[in-house]
């Protein structure tokens, strides 16, 4: 039986920033939350893809419940977001928004 975990959205925070504009350090948001998910998985590599669109939130950051996934990597609108999981926690740098952000994350798991 194959074993599979989903992201759970604790807390983020987003907004549209320039491209040019310096990538954020990843940032503990825990008031953030996630008004849409969509998961893509490849069960034969056993990973998958997670499209979430984060609420908008006047502080920066984004923090997630990810077990003992494997975080592949993050990104919002095809640019890199910087990233930092610890105590099955993942942490995101995305700036404070007025508006939802996606972000899209790549991970693998075990079966």
């Known amino acids: ?3 599979w975990s989903c992201l759970v959205l604790v ?8 491209p040019d504009a310096p ?35 006047t502080e ?3 923090t ?5 996934l494997t975080i592949d990597s993050v990104t919002s609108n095809g640019a890199p ?3 930092a999981v610890a105590t099955a926690k993942l ?5 404070a928004s007025d508006s939802p952000l996606v972000v899209e994350i790549a991970y693998h798991y075990k079966n």
């Open 11 to 18: 807390a983020c925070g987003g907004s549209s920033a320039a």
């Open 23 to 57: 990538s954020l350090a990843p940032t503990p948001n825990a008031a953030r939350g996630i008004s849409d998910s969509k998961l893509a998985f490849d069960v034969t590599a056993l990973s998958a893809t997670a499209t979430l669109t984060l609420e908008p939130s």
């Open 91 to 95: 942490d995101l740098g995305v700036p």
């Open 81 to 83: 977001v910087q990233f």
């Open 64 to 68: 997630l419940e990810v077990g003992d």
């Open 1 to 3: 039986m194959l074993r």
């Open 60 to 62: 920066p950051g984004a």
